[in-house]
């Protein structure tokens, strides 16, 4: 069966910093893995997809997800947090055609 | 940018009463989705549409959860006698095709009193 793990509930940083939110994932063959993001009060946007092509994508607001089979990890990271990062962060897997997601991490950045 | 719009944002309704949630997803999708999320929990899927049938439901999706597609072009979600635990944020989403990109809208936050 497919799911996610998202190892941290609530994730603090200082604006400028590193951000790293971690996902693993278990499935029974190549998943596809998403990042969502949630905004106070919006709906969620994607951020980012893995369909088995490159295993570093690039996604929007300059977050990038590495996927490592390995591992079986999806790991979320951006350089360096702005303010208006701070948000809801799902990892998603797509299971036949239904999306699985994460328990979310909360990110606060703090100034 | 297409969309997917969802109506109402907010909807307050007595416990046993019958809300239907609208849903307009983006005109070249063909797979429909219902996920719900329950303040401070995760999101959790309700049911899935193709074809004009549902493909998928969850062990949420009981008798009282229907879904429609009346005229090629709304989504909606019925509850017929809606209870407090239905309280929640439900999102409509639509995907192209099948492990790609869902497209989420805004949301209906749903109170049942």
């Known amino acids: 069966a497919q799911s996610v793990t998202q190892l941290d509930s609530h994730v603090s940083v200082s604006e400028g910093t590193p951000v790293l939110l971690r996902c693993n994932y278990s499935?029974?063959?190549?998943?596809?893995l998403f990042w969502y993001v949630q905004h106070p009060n919006k709906g969620l946007q994607l951020l980012l997809k893995?369909?088995?092509?490159?295993?570093l994508v690039k996604g929007i607001n300059g977050f990038e997800a590495e996927f490592k089979k390995s591992e079986t990890s999806f790991h979320l990271t951006k350089p360096s947090a702005h303010m208006s990062d701070a948000a809801e962060y799902f990892c998603?897997?797509?299971?036949?055609?239904?999306?699985?997601f994460g328990t979310g991490t909360r990110l606060q950045v703090f100034p | 940018e297409p969309e997917v719009t969802q109506t109402p944002s907010h909807q307050v309704t007595q416990m046993g009463q019958e809300v239907i949630l609208r849903c307009v997803p983006i005109?070249?999708?063909?797979?429909f989705y219902w996920y719900r999320q329950i303040l401070g929990q995760k999101v959790e899927f309700l049911v899935s549409f193709y074809n004009n049938e549902i493909s998928e439901k969850s062990e949420i999706f009981d008798d009282q959860f229907s879904v429609e597609r009346p005229d090629g072009s709304n989504f909606t979600l019925k509850i017929r006698s809606t209870k407090l635990e239905d309280s929640a944020m439900y999102f409509c989403?639509?995907?192209?095709?099948?492990?790609?990109?869902?497209?989420f809208g805004q949301g209906t936050r749903l109170t049942v009193v």
């Open positions: 998603v897997v797509s299971h036949t055609d239904k999306l699985i």
């Open positions: 005109s070249n999708h063909l797979y």
């Open positions: 499935s029974s063959y190549s998943p596809s």
């Open positions: 893995y369909t088995s092509a490159a295993t």
């Open positions: 989403a639509s995907l192209r095709r099948q492990n790609t990109e869902a497209f």
